[in-house]
């Protein structure tokens, strides 16, 4: 409950707030940037920041014009998903597969705190830094500095250049440790310093939240993330699903938030994480056809007496990719209904049309998926 107030009384409020702010706030692009600076100083002062981390962090820091030309010449993104998965995808899926072995205890106990699949936290680190091999070697505060400078986004890098001055405060890095990406973004999975401020966490509970070096902390930190924008946890992360608008508040790219799904599913068709729970029709056809014997007792020639061949190489489903997105490239062949029939049992399979491979494969995985956890 708000009291009221006089118009006397809020206009000396408004006068107040107008004449102090400019003491605090460093306006952009004027005057020298080491007049800026001294301004941006006190600005942090007053927002709580230590004299410490003040000193620390901003001692000696000078305007970097290489980074300047860098966001100045930055274009729109217009790789298909078909050209960016394809180049970033197959050089990854080995080593995103050992990974998935290296660290299966951890992510195993990541999984259990947030509900994040493995296989989505291992695709994001490989995308990100190649599983932080190419973290980035530009100084963060000078970066931001520079960036904070400049008018183009000043009030976005300023927030930033706080938070990152607040990570040196609380003391999860130094100054010097603090190098990643042109634009900002630090550690394994290049988080900005806001989102190391909200989401990093010390999983091994060594008093740092080290996104830099500590796997356990990048993995559990990234899942925090994902599970505070709603990530929900059993459920598949195809195109159109809740989780799928989960990992677009990681990249709000289209092309890139798919090669994610893409390349999650992929490593999940790794050996020992079939059925892991979480995926979609993908996940489902990808177990049968590894099956060496069909569930259900149901054999092959069974699902051909049914009449379950299909014509779907050249469809497309409701998302705008093939039935068989999630079977990857080499499987984009008409095997997908049969495996659907050989996965289930006739008991299930004839509850419902629905069950069964029709429509000479033309419904979209998302369609089949919804379907067969209907018939079961």
Known sequence: ?????????????AWLVTSVAPALAAPCGTGTFEAWLDDFKKEAAAKGISQNAIQAGLAGVTQDKAILARDHSQQVFNQTFEQFSARMVPPRLTRGSNMLKQYGSVLSRIEEAYGVPPEILVAIWGLETDFGVNIGKFSTIRSLATL???????????????????????????????????????????????????FAVDFD?????????????????????????????????????ENFAVIQQWNKSEVYAKTIAYFATQLARAPGHRFHRGFGLGQI????????????????NDSASNGSHCGCADQRSDHGHHPSFFLGRNQRDCGICEMIIRLFPPAFRMKSARCKCDERCTRSAHALHSALITCR
């Open 1 to 13: 409950m708000t009291s009221r107030l006089s118009l006397s009384t809020i206009a000396l409020g």
């Open 148 to 198: 904070a400078y400049d008018c183009r986004r000043s009030d976005m890098f300023k927030a930033e250049m706080l938070d990152a001055l607040r990570i040196i405060d609380r003391g999860d890095l130094t100054p010097q440790e603090m190098r990643g990406a042109w634009a900002g973004e630090l550690g394994q999975t290049q988080f900005m310093p806001s989102s190391y401020i909200k």
């Open 205 to 241: 509970n060594n008093g740092k939240r080290d996104l830099l070096r500590n796997v356990p902390d990048v993995l559990a930190s990234t899942a925090n993330f994902l599970k505070s924008y709603g990530w929900k946890k059993g459920k598949d992360w195809e195109p159109g699903s």
């Open 285 to 300: 056809v990808t177990a049968a056809s590894d099956a060496a014997t069909p569930l259900g007792g149901v054999s092959g």
